[in-house]
């Protein structure tokens, strides 16, 4: 019922001060706080003010242009007496993008741990995306690859982790999505078909090339599945078989990423027993943190995250 109300609510605020403004891709999007009216998405964006934080302002901004969404961008703090320079620092920013973009976006300073309070906030607010720098929180809550893992696998809705490198202008074109026996092939297949129709992207499957006569034809009808999949949603594609077996599938899902300049990598927060176990060891390192600075769209596993939230649904 609380939740019904706070629904009904939001649609009548909408009402009263719904407003356009225009983007920086030139793609109307609602003010801040507003936009149930017409698209209830909402993008949060976490920052600590620095470099790797405005890119992930620039991924939002762009996204959110193409899938008319709004931005909400959060500051978390360790105690209360930083809370009023953190309002201080996000309402600069605000001020900021609103001169540079004429877009407005909503947002939060938060008392407490990056490590909760991101997962907190993106259900407060009901999230759809969250877009997030691996080495932003700078300052008193440091936060690495590695422990920009913690907050993605216990994150409920999808993640893009962004580095440095600046977003194309033309979005994510280059989707590169590897395949394995995991189960929910389909699903992370279902969100990156979404994302290809709005920006018109091509994807590159990636699988391992088994020499185990199972494991092989495993991956193979999982390949299959993909391939009529992707038709079926007039998704062009292709398929690299990599030399190498899942031992090695990181370092060859890297290399191929690099060398066709994708856009995005599509993972999947893998089980432990997953046969590519991304997120064991260091491997979540060479992922999030790869060395050509490709954003990672994590997708978490169903049960994980509320199915009718997908943010690239038409």
Excluded: W
């Excluded at 600075?293 to 939230?309: A, F, S």
């Amino acid at each position: 019922m609380q939740r019904i109300l706070k629904r009904l609510f939001s649609i009548a605020s909408t009402i009263l001060i719904h407003e356009f403004s225009q983007s920086f891709r030139g793609v109307y999007i609602c003010r801040a706080y507003t936009t149930l009216m017409i698209n209830d998405k909402k993008i949060l964006v976490p920052s600590d003010f620095t470099k790797v934080s405005d890119t992930a302002i620039e991924h939002a901004l762009l996204v959110a242009g193409t899938i008319k969404a709004s931005i909400h961008v959060l500051h978390v703090v360790d105690s209360k007496n930083h809370i009023a320079e953190a309002r201080l620092k996000l309402e600069a920013l605000r001020d900021r993008v609103k001169r540079e973009n004429n877009v407005e976006i909503g947002v939060i300073a938060r008392i407490g741990s990056i490590f909760e309070d991101i997962d907190k906030v993106a259900v407060e607010i009901e999230a759809n995306l969250i877009i997030m720098g691996t080495h932003g929180m700078r300052g008193m809550q440091f936060l690495t690859g590695s422990r920009a893992l913690k907050i993605v696998t216990e994150s409920s809705v999808p993640f893009i982790v962004v580095q440095e490198r600046d977003i194309r202008e033309h979005g994510y074109r280059k989707l590169v999505v590897p395949l394995d026996l995991h189960k929910e092939t389909k699903q992370k297949l279902s969100l990156v078909a979404d994302m290809a129709k709005y920006f018109g992207s091509e994807v590159h499957l990636i699988s391992p090339g088994e020499t185990d006569e199972f494991l092989r034809n495993q991956l193979e009808r999982n390949i299959i599945f993909a391939k009529e999949y992707l038709e079926e949603k007039g998704i062009p594609y292709n398929v690299e078989i990599t030399e190498n077996k899942s031992d090695d599938f990181v370092r060859d899902l890297l290399k191929y990423s690099a060398g066709i300049d994708a856009d995005l990598i599509c993972i999947m927060n893998f089980y432990d027993n997953s046969i590519m176990s991304f997120f064991s060891s260091n491997y979540e390192q060479q992922v999030i943190t790869n060395e050509a600075q490709i954003p990672v769209l994590c997708v978490n596993p169903v049960d994980t995250y509320v199915v009718d939230r997908a943010i690239f649904s038409h």
